[in-house]
């Protein structure tokens, strides 16, 4: 109950104080003006334009920004530090195609300083994805992994009331991943953000001798995510979605799981957004001869989950997760309640490597997990109704040696802590390998 308690004070304090206090302040409208006179004072200098432009998003009034930097350019039209900042700020508005005409007007200039024509390639390469109809990306991860306890089992056979089978007890072991993602991304021509996402994920993992946890994981959602409005030109998106699940265990079927929910965006500011999804689905189990029961687990579940994401800084991120899960199930002492809240932060680091663009990222992460089951497990006769707080910490690296590919790796640690001693575990994963991003 401690770590519980103490896990939700420290949350509440991160949201209610940590985050306001830290937030980057909307510019004021003295600061926009001052940044202004500025750069009428030195109207070729990149440095003033850039900053002119950032205020004016901080402060809201992008549409006030492009009518003082079109009149700007009016007067001189071979300002290509005013025509860039227009394109960075038609593309921020989601005008991509006015966007892209700026921004290449800009880089045709002969006159154009180094230092804006890099900056203009870079924008003009992120809006042309961004303007075909059509998008695709995806990756594809090959790692190798070691595990403390694959089976999540006791370290000790000997529990009150007997003596476990010796197969029940912690078993480690190496095994190979290949792990991969994709997303499809169709514009709906309402001459906004709005889009047509499927995302697909798919996973599976060989053990070396336990393999009766090889796992083999396919999933799928789509549908529309749509603009709804917006905070200061940045897009409020609302996402309604289909979903489904198949999992294997030990090559034979384990679960499968459709369901849907609905996902909101709220980008509050620049550098903070709230994310909110509910979601219902109904999972059926199945049973085989290693999990002869695994169907009383089966029924509906739903949960609801808030993501909180604050940039500290150009390189870094925190994202804070709270959710609540209900499981029910055919046999109630399978049903139960599941809260958790997450937190992590991460970092982009600049790559010694030359010519490789995209930043190491390191990631900390930490969980926490408090499960409450609804009665006692028959099976385990003299015991209460299970309750769980599983701990977790992981630290994750990805580095880039090129524009496709990285290497990555990482460690993590879960401590479960239950009531019931057959349940109570630890693990210790370490994995590294490569990834392929297209």
């Not at 993602?181 to 047509?196: E, F, H, I, K």
């Not at 580095?399 to 630890?426: C, H, K, L, M, Q």
């Amino acid at each position: 109950m401690r770590y519980r308690v103490g896990a939700i004070v420290f949350a509440t304090w991160l949201v209610v104080f940590w985050l306001p206090c830290h937030a980057q302040e909307a510019a004021k409208p003295a600061e926009v003006e001052q940044a202004f006179q500025d750069l009428l004072a030195d109207l070729s200098n990149p440095e003033k334009s850039y900053r002119y432009a950032q205020l004016a998003v901080q402060a809201g009034d992008i549409r006030g920004a492009i009518a003082s930097l079109e009149r700007l350019l009016r007067l001189n039209p071979n300002l290509d530090n005013i025509r860039l900042e227009l394109g960075v700020l038609y593309y921020r508005l989601g005008s991509t195609d006015l966007a892209l005409s700026y921004m290449r007007q800009a880089v045709k200039s002969p006159d154009i300083p180094p230092e804006i024509k890099h900056r203009a390639e870079e924008y003009i390469a992120t809006a042309e994805r961004q303007a075909s109809p059509e998008r695709f990306s995806g990756s594809l991860s090959l790692l190798g992994r070691y595990d403390t306890n694959v089976n999540l089992g006791p370290s000790s056979a000997n529990i009150a009331g007997g003596t476990l089978n010796p197969e029940a007890t912690a078993h480690s072991d190496f095994s190979v991943v290949l792990a991969g993602s994709a997303q499809y991304l169709r514009d709906l021509g309402l001459q906004d953000y709005s889009r047509l996402e499927v995302n697909g994920t798919a996973y599976v993992q060989r053990y070396k001798e336990q393999d009766d946890f090889n796992i083999g994981l396919a999933q799928l959602d789509i549908g529309p995510g749509m603009q709804v409005g917006d905070i200061d030109s940045r897009p409020i998106f609302l996402r309604p979605y289909a979903t489904g699940l198949y999992l294997g265990l030990g090559d034979e079927s384990y679960l499968s799981q459709f369901g849907g929910g609905l996902t909101v965006t709220l980008p509050v500011s620049a550098d903070f957004a709230i994310h909110l999804n509910g979601e219902g689905s109904f999972l059926k189990f199945y049973n085989s001869d290693f999990r002869p029961t695994a169907t009383d687990q089966t029924g509906p579940e739903a949960r609801g989950v808030v993501t909180l994401t604050y940039a500290i800084a150009q390189n870094q991120q925190i994202e804070l997760i709270g959710g609540y899960v209900r499981d029910d199930a055919e046999k109630s002492f399978e049903a139960h309640d599941d809260r958790r809240i997450m937190l992590s932060y991460s970092i982009g680091l600049e790559s010694p490597i030359r010519n490789v663009k995209q930043p190491w990222l390191v990631t900390l992460g930490t969980a926490y997990f408090n499960l409450d089951y609804d009665s006692p497990d028959p099976h385990l006769p003299g015991t209460p109704s299970r309750h769980d707080d599983r701990f977790q910490v992981s630290l994750t690296t990805a580095f880039p040696i090129s524009d496709s590919w990285a290497i990555i790796a990482a460690v993590g640690y879960t401590r479960n802590n239950s009531n019931v001693e057959f349940d109570d575990y630890d693990n210790v994963d370490v994995f590294t390998g490569i990834e392929w991003t297209f």
